[in-house]
């Protein structure tokens, strides 16, 4: 399988001109960034392999791409989490429900990576949460190289790239593959937490990307007013809807940080708008937007 390379846009934020690499667009069922990290193994034969077998949070964009890749090979889906809260088991939605449609068998444990690795026999295909793993550094090369081409074609000068990190995956692969800047934040954990994800990686920190970072801290999947404006203010602005796990806090850190940065910013939309429902739905039970 290969995709074709994801639209480059050119657009103005607040007054200033920022490109953005559309990787939400790459694949109708594969959320963006999740379909470069796992493009290695959609081209692996796998004579062997019967069941895929991950973890991760219950809402993950990971899990959703993992399940479509089990459902198109015809392999079984069987995937560790901490916790489903009731609600969400009688009214599933978002990638979790989009995920057991397609076939996924889900489990509650407290030690999810743990138990998946028990449950696992040679047979099976282990994919670590979030697709953090160095098999991921062949597609965001695949990036690389579209992103080197889209701003040769666009004539850029001193480009710089921009992406918010989970596991810091995509963010670390980009910096070796690209000879320009890249900047990146945390979102899940702390900086140094994500500096450590860096480091299981690659042990050169002078390859690694730029973190911005913020005084104030966003607790991952917490819901904050203030995240779903700016959210709302980029839609209507630049009429792009962005994921509301990532972004939003991505956004907040870059602009407080846009105007010491020198060259121009190409913003990466690295998918997950499946997990959106779920994010608006308890932003509508909180705060009524
Ligand atoms: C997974 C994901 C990220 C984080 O990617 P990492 O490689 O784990 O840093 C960011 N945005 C979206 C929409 C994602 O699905």
Redesign the pocket.
């Known amino acids: 399988m290969t995709f074709s390379p994801s639209p480059f846009e050119k657009h103005t934020f607040r007054g200033r001109e920022i490109f953005v690499k559309r990787d939400d667009a790459l694949h109708v069922d594969f ?4 379909a470069r ?1 796992f493009h290695w193994f959609f081209n692996q034969e796998f004579p062997h392999v019967k069941r895929l077998v991950s973890y991760g949070s219950n809402q993950s ?2 899990m959703y791409s993992l399940s479509v890749m089990a459902r198109m090979r015809g392999w079984e889906f069987i995937y560790f989490c901490n916790h489903i809260p009731d609600f969400l088991k009688e009214h599933p939605i978002g990638n979790y429900k989009h995920s057991l449609e397609n076939g996924m068998q889900i489990f509650e444990t407290i030690q999810r990576q743990e138990d998946a690795y028990m449950f696992t026999d040679s047979s099976d295909l282990v994919i670590e949460e ?3 793993q160095k098999e991921a550094e062949f597609g965001v090369k695949v990036l690389a190289d579209e992103l080197k081409k889209d701003i040769k074609r666009s004539s850029i000068e001193n480009p710089y790239i921009y992406l ?8 670390l692969f980009l910096q070796k593959n690209l000879p320009f800047r890249v900047f990146t934040c945390s979102t899940v954990g702390g900086d140094e937490y994500l500096k450590n994800q860096f480091l299981e990686l690659e042990l050169n920190e002078k390859k690694f990307p730029k973190i911005l970072s913020c005084k104030k801290k966003y607790h991952y999947g917490k819901i904050y007013k203030e995240l779903y404006e700016i959210w709302l203010e980029i839609k209507k602005d630049m009429g792009i809807t962005f ?1 509301l ?3 939003p806090v991505g956004w907040t850190k870059f602009l407080l940080h846009i105007d010491n940065i020198e060259g121009t910013p190409i913003y990466i939309h ?3 708008l499946k997990g959106n429902e779920s994010m608006l739905e308890r932003y509508k039970r909180k705060y009524k937007p």
């Open positions: 959320s963006g960034n999740k990290k964009n990971a979030g697709g953090r918010p990190s989970g596991t810091g995956t995509t963010a994921d796990m990532y972004d690295q998918g997950g």
